[in-house]
């Protein structure tokens, strides 16, 4: 039965359903489970911040992951954080605390690593600022454990093995969240989405760097449009 009958039923703005779910103080982790979806998002150029984060934005995905992995991260997530309060911003790659630093002060809400740097983790923690280490194996989330989070990155998702190894791995850990992320796309996302220790998935399926350089802002929406469309049924 599910949750999908019973988002149609109550409709999908009811915010509460997802709050439940994850029953968390934190408001950025809520939202991230509310809306199902974390786009992953590299941005060489400027001027493309803007129109990537409306094109999100306006097709039901108001939430963005900026990677360090350009020159211009800091400037994009300054821009979007000044068009729009709406949009929950992130950053991505962050593998020092030097990082998390520059991206909380240009405006990033949470923070994200492919790994588990406890620098970064206890930076963030003292600054209150949601972090979302990625972790792999079952020593590494006993770190996220020792740290009190209540969500973590799940990296790499499907060259490590797909659901099943994260069910198989999530197991002991019966309240910790995960984000898949890493090889996801829209024919692997809702049978994540169902498994009910998954907040929400990562990826870059829907913005990829060459769409946003080429500007393709339309195929993102069409993307974009696919993927809510799944959230809605998990
Ligand atoms: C990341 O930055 O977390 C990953 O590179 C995203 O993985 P994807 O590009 O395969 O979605």
């Known amino acids: 039965m599910g949750m999908s009958l019973l988002l149609t039923a109550a409709g999908w703005q009811d915010k509460s359903l997802y709050v439940e779910k994850l029953n968390s103080m934190d408001p950025v982790l809520n939202q991230i489970g509310f809306l199902g979806i974390i786009p992953i998002v590299t941005i060489e150029d400027e001027k493309k911040s803007i129109p990537c984060a409306r094109t999100l934005q306006e097709n039901g995905l108001p939430i963005i992951e900026i990677t360090f992995r350009t020159q211009a991260a800091a400037h994009v997530i300054k821009q979007i954080a000044s068009d729009s309060s709406e949009m929950l911003i992130g950053a991505g790659t962050i593998l020092t605390k030097e990082d998390a630093q520059t991206a909380i002060d240009a405006g990033a809400r949470f923070i994200v690593s492919p790994g588990f740097n406890p620098k970064v983790v206890k930076y963030c923690i003292d600054k209150s ?32 093995g797909g659901l099943k190894y994260l069910k198989a791995v999530a197991a002991p850990f019966k309240s910790l969240k995960f984000i898949p992320t890493g090889g996801i796309d829209q024919s ?12 929400a998935c990562g990826g870059s399926w829907m913005v990829q760097p060459e769409m946003i350089r080429a500007g393709q802002f339309e195929q993102i929406a069409e993307l974009i449009c696919k993927a809510v469309a799944c959230v809605k049924e998990r």
């Open 188 to 199: 692997t996302l809702l049978s994540y989405l169902r498994f009910s220790k998954v907040l």
């Open 129 to 160: 600022i949601t972090v979302l280490p990625g972790v792999f194996t079952p020593t590494e989330i006993q770190y996220a454990v020792e740290f009190g989070l209540e969500a973590i990155k799940f990296f790499p998702a499907e060259a490590g």
